[in-house]
C-alpha cells in the first residue's frame, strides 16, 4: 500500500436472522470495547492519566451496543431478517 491508497474491504455482506446479526455485531462491538478498556487501564498504569480518545470512544461504543441490542430485540419480536452491509476503509496517511 502506498501514500494516499485506500483500501476498501467489505467484512459482512448478507442476509441474517436477528440472533446471527446480533452475535456478529456485538461481538465485534464488545471486541472494540474490550480493546479501548486495556488502553484506557493501560494509560492509567503507565502515565497516571486516561487517554481522552479511548475514554469518548468507550463511551460511543458502549451507547452503540446497547441500541443495537435494542434493534435485535425488535427484529426477533418482529420476526424479520436482516441485511447487513460492512465495509471497513484502510488508509495510508
Known amino acids: 500500500m502506498t501514500k494516499d491508497n485506500t483500501q476498501r474491504i467489505q467484512l459482512i455482506s448478507g442476509t441474517f436472522a436477528p440472533s446471527e446479526a446480533k452475535q456478529v455485531l456485538l461481538d465485534l462491538v464488545s471486541s472494540k470495547i474490550r480493546y479501548h478498556e486495556i488502553q484506557l487501564h493501560s494509560n492509567q498504569e503507565r502515565f497516571g492519566h486516561e487517554a ?42
Open 52 to 93: 481522552g480518545h479511548s475514554e469518548n470512544r468507550l463511551a460511543e461504543l458502549k451507547q452503540i451496543h446497547e441500541s443495537m441490542k435494542q434493534l435485535f430485540a425488535s427484529a426477533e419480536k418482529s420476526g424479520v431478517q436482516l441485511r447487513v452491509n460492512g465495509w471497513i476503509e484502510i488508509e495510508s496517511l
